[in-house]
């Protein structure tokens, strides 16, 4: 028997998944918690198995009331219910050691196995969201190997490309190296013709990966 | 303790001279001055006129002297003792400086005098200058109940007939410094009453620009933006006019923009609520409307197919009507702003923009990991980098769009710039409002936070949007 805590504020939507989930013959729902402070307490004094946690709950917030729960009750298993189907959650619910996470709008038998797969041990991320975490897998495309390579730069170009990596305007650098912003552009618009590059912000990640942006 | 004594003196005298007004000040220093003219030049005069008159008196009174000694000597000689008085009391009498005359015999004997009859003569006085042989003359001062009297010995016939005395009065010179003194002190008190008035004229001229301005400011500090300054003059105090001029113009043309802005901002509010009213409204009302109705025909449902496709039906409309809700609260305020901090929501921002426009937008973020920056910074970046992108979406038709976001220790850079059109910064910021107003709320918004924005254009040259926030060495 998979003993479940629901937390979640919305009571509609805590009955229905009572009424979902008692249907199934493995699964016990124990209690259910409106806010994060409820959660902790009965989680505490129920010692469900799973946790089904929402991360938007009145007063704190829920990536906070997950990292409570895993120094509180360690051998429960959080399993993230959310309407957030950002990865920038998903990461940092991981991070924080959910088990799982599932967005709201899962069907019920996705819900289900997801309860099932915590339970027994695994990892379950819904589909929709995994795509976030294989396009960490991929390795990021590789900065091309420039047509040339950076000392083939005169003095001029890199200088300027420098001071436009680190942020200055076009009339600062003018100004700075005594020169119109015109030959600035110039001389900026052909190191990165040089290098292959097209914008500052690959500028930049150029710079840094070869380390030419110490200051 | 002298020092500071000496400080407090000065202390002392800066509070009196710094209380007064200006136009006291500028007659305090042009009457002083003036007085202090009119007496030196007074002391002088006396000075120099004393010395010439007095070597004039004498001069004249050893000539005098002279004169008579050489008219006595053949009466002495003769010793005819009436003329010699009638010679004596002839030169006394046309010749009021003299106190008087005398002569003595070479024996030392009184032969004539001017002092009247009977025992008169003055004691001592015969003694008083006594003639050594061989000198032309003698000068003594003496110093009398009457003042000072010089006592001129004169040798009559080379001495060998006696010596004529002369006493020569100082009346004359006295008289006539005091004469110039006089004139002098009168002409000190006129000029110092011309100057005072002359200085009068000055002060007036310079103090009242100076209370037109006072009387100014205290009506621009009322918000009475129409007050202008008066020049009276192309002088320092008319350049202050033209800047107080020039300074009340700009304020009135900012307090003219803020409330146009604010109309603006409260417009903007307003529409903003209008559309998530309708959107409410009509699209989540009607959705969760249909629902219901949905449910409720789903009762009266017997056949299991019918029932599976209304369902299916129900569910969709359920998914539409959340993400549509989604949508609406994401574009209201990014929930993960607040949870996760801005690199996450421009992430997320930047996501749907390049789904929803096509354009390729790049994010580098350099410095940012693991740090949280003052929320308030966070939005205020947020919706620059929004309104940016946005505009670029909407005027500058371009491909490529790069973001850049570079913390160092106390600064916050964030460079959005793309490779389209462009447009001219100028003429933009001056044409009509419409067109400025995403400009210049990203701008303000770059204000709230102490940042400055600076944007760089031109037609055919893309854009780059500057944004630069000092962070407190958090």
Same mark, same amino acid.
């Given at each position: 028997? *998979?003993?479940?805590?629901?937390?979640?504020?919305?009571?509609?939507?805590?009955?229905?998944?009572?009424?979902?989930?008692?249907?199934?013959?493995? *699964?016990?729902?124990?209690?259910?918690?409106?806010?994060?402070?409820?959660?902790?307490?009965?989680?505490?004094?129920?010692?469900?198995?799973?946790?089904?946690?929402?991360?938007?709950?009145?007063?704190?917030?829920?990536?906070?009331?997950?990292?409570?729960?895993?120094?509180?009750?360690?051998?429960?298993?959080?399993? *993230?219910?959310?309407?957030?189907?950002?990865?920038?959650?998903?990461?940092?619910?991981?991070?924080?050691?959910?088990?799982?996470?599932?967005?709201?709008?899962?069907?019920?038998?996705?819900?289900?196995?997801?309860?099932?797969?915590?339970?027994?041990?695994?990892?379950?991320?819904?589909?929709?969201?995994?795509?976030?975490?294989?396009?960490?897998?991929?390795?990021?495309?590789?900065?091309?190997?420039?047509?040339?390579?950076?000392?083939?730069?005169?003095?001029?170009?890199?200088?300027?490309?420098?001071?436009?990596?680190?942020?200055?305007?076009?009339?600062?650098?003018?100004?700075?190296?005594?020169?119109?912003?015109?030959?600035?552009?110039?001389?900026?618009?052909?190191?990165?013709?040089?290098?292959?590059?097209?914008?500052?912000?690959?500028?930049?990640?150029?710079? *840094?990966?070869?380390?030419?942006?110490?200051? | 303790?002298?020092?500071?004594?000496?400080?407090?003196?000065?202390?002392?005298?800066?509070?009196?001279?710094?209380?007064?007004?200006?136009?006291?000040?500028?007659?305090?220093?042009? $009457? &002083? &001055?003036?007085?202090?003219?009119?007496?030196?030049?007074? =002391?002088?005069?006396?000075?120099?006129?004393?010395?010439?008159?007095?070597?004039?008196?004498?001069?004249?009174?050893?000539?005098?002297?002279?004169?008579?000694? @050489?008219?006595?000597?053949?009466?002495?000689?003769?010793?005819?003792?009436?003329?010699?008085?009638?010679?004596?009391?002839?030169?006394? @009498?046309?010749?009021?400086?003299?106190?008087?005359?005398?002569?003595?015999?070479?024996?030392?004997?009184?032969?004539?005098?001017?002092?009247?009859?009977?025992?008169?003569? +003055?004691?001592?006085?015969?003694?008083?200058?006594?003639?050594?042989? &061989?000198?032309?003359?003698?000068?003594?001062?003496?110093?009398?109940?009457?003042?000072?009297?010089?006592?001129?010995?004169?040798?009559?016939?080379?001495?060998?007939?006696?010596?004529?005395?002369?006493?020569?009065?100082?009346?004359?010179?006295?008289?006539?410094?005091?004469?110039?003194?006089?004139?002098?002190?009168?002409?000190?008190?006129?000029?110092?009453?011309?100057?005072?008035?002359?200085?009068?004229?000055?002060?007036?001229?310079?103090?009242?620009?100076?209370?037109? =301005?006072?009387?100014?400011?205290?009506?621009?500090?009322?918000?009475?933006?129409?007050?202008? @300054?008066?020049?009276?003059?192309?002088?320092?105090?008319?350049?202050?006019?033209?800047?107080?001029?020039?300074?009340?113009?700009?304020?009135?043309?900012?307090?003219?923009?803020?409330?146009?802005?604010?109309?603006?901002?409260?417009?903007?509010?307003?529409?903003?609520?209008?559309?998530?009213?309708?959107?409410?409204?009509?699209?989540?009302?009607?959705?969760?409307?249909?629902?219901?109705?949905?449910?409720?025909?789903?009762?009266?449902?017997?056949? +299991?197919?019918?029932?599976?496709?209304?369902?299916?039906? $129900?569910?969709?409309?359920?998914?539409?009507?959340?993400?549509?809700?989604?949508?609406?609260?994401?574009?209201?305020? +990014?929930?993960?702003?607040?949870?996760?901090?801005?690199?996450?929501?421009?992430?997320?921002?930047?996501?749907?923009?390049?789904?929803?426009?096509?354009?390729?937008?790049?994010?580098?973020?350099?410095?940012?990991?693991?740090?949280?920056?003052? +929320?308030?910074?966070?939005?205020?970046?947020?919706?620059?980098?929004?309104?940016?992108?946005?505009?670029?979406?909407?005027?500058?038709?371009?491909?490529?769009?790069?973001?850049?976001?570079?913390?160092?220790?106390?600064?916050?850079?964030?460079?959005?710039?793309?490779?389209?059109? &462009?447009?001219?910064?100028?003429?933009? $910021?001056?044409?009509?409002?419409?067109?400025?107003?995403?400009?210049?709320?990203?701008?303000?918004?770059?204000? $709230?936070?102490?940042?400055?924005?600076?944007?760089?254009?031109?037609?055919?040259?893309?854009?780059?949007?500057?944004?630069?926030?000092?962070?407190?060495?958090?």
């Amino acid at each position: 028997m *998979i003993r479940v805590l629901i937390a979640d504020d919305h009571a509609v939507f805590r009955a229905g998944l009572r009424l979902l989930l008692s249907a199934q013959p493995d *699964i016990a729902v124990v209690g259910e918690a409106g806010d994060g402070w409820q959660t902790l307490k009965q989680a505490e004094a129920l010692q469900p198995d799973v946790i089904l946690l929402d991360l938007t709950m009145p007063g704190m917030p829920g990536l906070q009331t997950l990292a409570l729960l895993r120094q509180q009750v360690p051998q429960a298993r959080v399993l *993230i219910l959310t309407m957030h189907e950002d990865e920038a959650y998903l990461r940092q619910a991981l991070a924080e050691g959910a088990a799982g996470y599932i967005i709201k709008r899962a069907t019920d038998e996705e819900l289900v196995a997801a309860i099932r797969a915590v339970a027994r041990g695994e990892i379950y991320i819904h589909p929709a969201m995994t795509r976030a975490l294989l396009e960490d897998l991929i390795p990021a495309p590789k900065i091309p190997e420039t047509p040339e390579p950076w000392e083939n730069l005169s003095e001029r170009e890199q200088q300027v490309l420098r001071l436009v990596a680190v942020g200055h305007t076009n009339q600062e650098i003018a100004d700075r190296l005594g020169l119109s912003v015109k030959t600035v552009e110039t001389y900026r618009a052909r190191g990165m013709e040089k290098l292959g590059l097209r914008t500052r912000a690959q500028l930049v990640r150029y710079m *840094i990966q070869k380390g030419l942006l110490k200051e | 303790m002298d020092r500071k004594v000496f400080r407090k003196a000065i202390e002392r005298f800066w509070e009196i001279a710094g209380g007064v007004s200006v136009r006291t000040k500028i007659l305090g220093i042009v $009457l &002083g &001055g003036t007085i202090l003219f009119g007496l030196t030049t007074v =002391l002088q005069v006396r000075y120099a006129l004393h010395q010439v008159l007095v070597a004039r008196t004498q001069d004249w009174g050893i000539a005098m002297a002279s004169d008579l000694a @050489a008219r006595s000597t053949d009466l002495v000689l003769i010793n005819d003792l009436l003329g010699l008085y009638r010679l004596l009391q002839d030169a006394i @009498a046309h010749n009021p400086e003299l106190r008087y005359l005398f002569v003595v015999s070479s024996q030392g004997e009184v032969l004539a005098h001017t002092f009247g009859t009977g025992p008169e003569f +003055p004691a001592g006085l015969l003694e008083a200058n006594p003639l050594p042989s &061989g000198a032309p003359y003698r000068l003594q001062p003496l110093r009398t109940p009457e003042g000072i009297i010089w006592d001129i010995a004169v040798p009559i016939f080379r001495g060998r007939a006696g010596v004529l005395r002369l006493g020569l009065r100082d009346t004359a010179v006295r008289a006539a410094m005091n004469t110039v003194t006089v004139r002098l002190l009168l002409t000190t008190i006129v000029v110092s009453a011309l100057s005072l008035g002359i200085a009068l004229i000055l002060t007036h001229l310079i103090v009242r620009p100076i209370r037109g =301005l006072v009387a100014m400011t205290e009506r621009v500090a009322r918000r009475d933006f129409t007050a202008r @300054a008066t020049i009276w003059a192309n002088d320092e105090i008319g350049a202050l006019a033209h800047a107080f001029n020039t300074m009340v113009e700009e304020l009135a043309q900012q307090e003219q923009m803020r409330a146009f802005y604010l109309q603006r901002i409260i417009e903007a509010q307003e529409e903003e609520r209008r559309r998530i009213a309708r959107e409410l409204h009509d699209e989540t009302g009607q959705a969760l409307a249909s629902l219901r109705v949905g449910l409720r025909n789903l009762e009266q449902t017997m056949d +299991p197919d019918t029932l599976r496709s209304r369902l299916e039906d $129900l569910y969709q409309l359920v998914d539409q009507t959340l993400n549509r809700v989604r949508r609406l609260a994401f574009e209201l305020r +990014p929930s993960v702003l607040d949870d996760l901090g801005l690199v996450a929501a421009l992430e997320r921002y930047i996501r749907d923009y390049r789904e929803r426009f096509g354009i390729e937008v790049e994010m580098q973020v350099v410095g940012l990991d693991e740090r949280r920056i003052p +929320p308030t910074i966070e939005t205020a970046v947020y919706r620059i980098v929004q309104e940016a992108l946005t505009n670029a979406a909407k005027h500058a038709k371009c491909q490529r769009i790069s973001v850049l976001l570079q913390a160092s220790l106390r600064m916050l850079s964030v460079i959005v710039e793309d490779d389209g059109c &462009g447009f001219d910064v100028e003429q933009t $910021l001056r044409a009509g409002r419409e067109s400025r107003l995403g400009l210049y709320g990203m701008r303000e918004r770059a204000q $709230l936070v102490g940042g400055t924005l600076t944007i760089e254009s031109a037609p055919g040259q893309g854009t780059t949007i500057y944004l630069r926030v000092p962070l407190e060495g958090a």
